[in-house]
């Protein structure tokens, strides 16, 4: 069997276990199973009582907003993870360009930080004990961790990749991050917080400082509004259009878009609001973008789990290809989609959905004798691992695919509500009921 993770029924028997027990997964999350080790916590009280902001939380947005830390002086967490777009790209490019002069580009889009990082499950994959096993209980995708490829299990090491990445913040080592600090507008505050002789070590300096960032991603509420249409909706005090209501339906339906399979947009058991991703990995082979620089290189892959950034499941070679499912969440206010960027509008994303097995030429390159590779992002050895068995992309060439422009126009109305700002933010913010540890 070739796609062992994509089994047409089993994927939504995942999913509807998954919407039930929506609260376990976040009682597994990574926040609550690899927190950074508890600090100072002594919470300021300038917000709701409910709602604990602590020192350590300030400093970390401090941090992360901070572009001193890069070594261009110009780049902070924030430059490409913008908080006047859902903690997502400030702009369309498919990668952001860093490093010392700014000129080293990425490989992969940013992914928005809205909502998903305090929810996000650790990563998990079945190990088969058994060949029996493996081939019977195929169906369980891996899962979890942060990265399109997982790779981190808590924010505080997903926080190092950046300051050290050759294309991003670009620095050399802990030393230069920590000289960085200690001359910062911050380092008096930095040492009231983690103690006057923090700066003597520089790894438990640097260690403390991606502590506050995490700290910061978790609970500054701005990183989880729920001011969406979408939320006024679920609570009853908003209505959807026609023409939302319309497109909510072609995403739910399992035989036409089928989008809501991956992209839940179910309440959880404990009333959760929907985050429309269930956080598992599929490869949907999306068409290689040229706008990359390492593309260049005929023989440069970005395989996901298998490599070449992450490196510890890449020999799984059922696993190459598989890429993160996003968050929906705000996506109408992208530039940009899919883990390479190939897609700069909202509605190519979703006709590449619905025509990429109907009509693949327009999709796809063609090599030297005029034959369109279809999947072309993979190396034809792995492209067997591409979902071809979840709706809508079942199709065969020439047939009718599963939605019209009309439809489209009316999945984007409905993925229009997903946008944070119909409501204004409440000034107390009331975040979603704490995630509960539900028996399984
Ligand atoms: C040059 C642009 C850039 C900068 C600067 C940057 N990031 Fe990112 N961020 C990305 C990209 C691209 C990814 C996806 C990486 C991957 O899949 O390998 C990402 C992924 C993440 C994720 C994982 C999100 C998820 O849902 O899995 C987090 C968290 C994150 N970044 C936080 C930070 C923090 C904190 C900083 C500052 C220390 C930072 N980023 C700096 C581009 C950037
Ligand atoms: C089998 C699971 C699955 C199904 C079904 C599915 N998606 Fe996705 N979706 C993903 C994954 C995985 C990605 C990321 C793939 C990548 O970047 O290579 C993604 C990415 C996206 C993106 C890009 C978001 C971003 O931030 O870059 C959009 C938009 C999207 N999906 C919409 C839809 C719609 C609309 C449907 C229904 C037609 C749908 N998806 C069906 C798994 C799925």
Not at 225 to 244: C, M, V
Request: with cysteine; glycine share 6%.
């Amino acid at each position: 069997m070739t796609v062992l993770f994509a089994s047409h029924t089993a994927r939504r028997a995942v999913t509807a276990a998954l919407a039930v027990t929506a609260a376990a997964v976040a009682a597994f999350s990574v926040s609550g199973a690899d927190a950074a080790q508890p600090l100072t916590v002594a919470t300021t009280k300038q917000s709701a009582p409910s709602i604990p902001y602590s020192d350590v939380a300030a400093l970390g947005k401090l941090i992360f907003n901070d572009p001193a830390l890069s070594a261009s002086g110009r780049m902070s967490c924030a430059s490409c993870h913008s908080p006047a777009h859902a903690y997502g790209p400030p702009n369309g490019l498919a990668a952001q360009f860093g490093g010392p002069d700014l000129r080293s580009q990425g490989t992969r889009a940013v992914p928005t930080l809205a909502y998903v990082l305090n929810r996000t499950p650790v990563w998990t994959h079945v190990q088969a004990a058994s060949i029996y096993e493996r081939l019977t209980d195929a169906d369980s995708p891996p899962s979890g961790g942060f990265a399109w490829d997982g790779r981190f299990n808590s924010l505080h090491d997903q926080a190092l990749f950046p300051l050290f990445n050759a294309n991003e913040m670009a620095n050399r080592d802990a030393g230069e991050v920590v000289a960085k600090l200690e001359r910062a507008p911050y380092a008096a505050r930095f040492k009231q917080v983690f103690g006057e002789t923090i700066f003597v070590s520089k790894d438990t300096a640097l260690r403390q400082a991606m502590a506050a960032v995490e700290r910061y991603e978790l609970e500054d509420p701005g990183f989880r509004p729920y001011t969406s249409k979408f939320d006024a909706y679920l609570d009853g005090r908003a209505q959807l259009t026609a023409n939302e209501m319309r497109g909510k339906k072609l995403f739910d339906d399992p035989n036409s878009g089928n989008c809501a399979s991956c992209h839940i947009d179910q309440p959880g058991a404990n009333g959760a609001h929907p985050l429309f991703t269930d956080f598992q990995f599929e490869a949907l082979g999306v068409p290689r973008n040229p706008e990359l620089r390492a593309n260049r290189d005929p023989k440069y892959y970005d395989e996901g789990l298998c490599g070449p950034i992450r490196t510890d499941v890449a020999n799984n070679r059922l696993y190459c290809g598989l890429f993160k499912t996003p968050t929906l969440r705000n996506v109408a206010t992208r530039q940009v989609f899919f883990h390479n960027g190939r897609f700069h509008t909202l509605r190519d994303a979703l006709r590449f959905y619905v025509e990429r097995d109907t009509n693949p030429a327009k999709w796809y390159a063609k090599d030297a004798r005029g034959q369109v590779v279809k999947f072309d992002d993979l190396p034809p050895e792995l492209r067997a691992n591409i979902d071809t068995v979840d709706e809508p992309l079942t199709r065969k060439a020439g047939e009718r695919p599963a939605w019209n422009a009309r439809d489209i126009d009316d999945v984007i109305a409905f993925l229009k509500t997903l946008n944070d700002g119909y409501l204004p933010a409440p000034a107390n913010p009331v975040t979603p009921p704490p995630a509960t540890l539900t028996k399984r």
